[in-house]
């Protein structure tokens, strides 16, 4: 099993920047993709970006391409969610999530239901 849990979400205003993290434990070893989800009130989760391996190639949904940007650190199983520029349609629920399968399919790391565990979220607020 791998545990995961989030951390530092927030209400900021638009253009602000904030970072959210996802700290692993548990068969850390064994992870093969981590990314970041969000849902907001009414909507389905909603893929923002992932990893395939240990920075092997990264993802990121068309609305936060160039804004939001995924780093690791390694030694403490922590992976982060540097968000720029925010605007408040990013207002969400943030969560990180992990799966031991290896795909190079690049389609896979996008699909929700491709990962098993999942952190209990963040607060993401974003004021106009």
């Known amino acids: 099993q791998v545990q995961l849990v989030e951390a530092g979400g927030g209400l900021v205003q638009a253009g602000d920047s904030l970072r959210l993290s996802c700290t692993a434990s548990?068969?850390?070893?064994?992870?093969?993709?981590t990314g970041w989800f969000r849902q907001s009130p009414g909507k389905e989760r909603e893929f923002v970006a992932a990893?395939?391996?240990?920075?092997?190639?990264?993802y990121y949904s068309d609305s936060v391409k160039g804004r939001f940007t995924i780093t690791r650190d390694i030694p403490n199983n922590t992976l982060y969610l540097l968000m720029s520029n925010l605007k408040p349609e990013d207002t969400a629920v943030y969560y990180c999530?992990?799966?031991?399968?290896?795909?190079?399919?690049?389609?896979?790391?996008?699909?929700?239901?491709?990962?098993?565990?999942w952190g209990q979220g963040t607060q993401v607020t974003v004021s106009p």
């Open positions: 999530a992990a799966t031991r399968k290896y795909s190079v399919d690049d389609f896979y790391y996008g699909q929700p239901s491709e990962y098993p565990y």
């Open positions: 548990g068969r850390t070893s064994e992870v093969r993709g």
């Open positions: 990893e395939r391996g240990l920075g092997e190639k990264t």
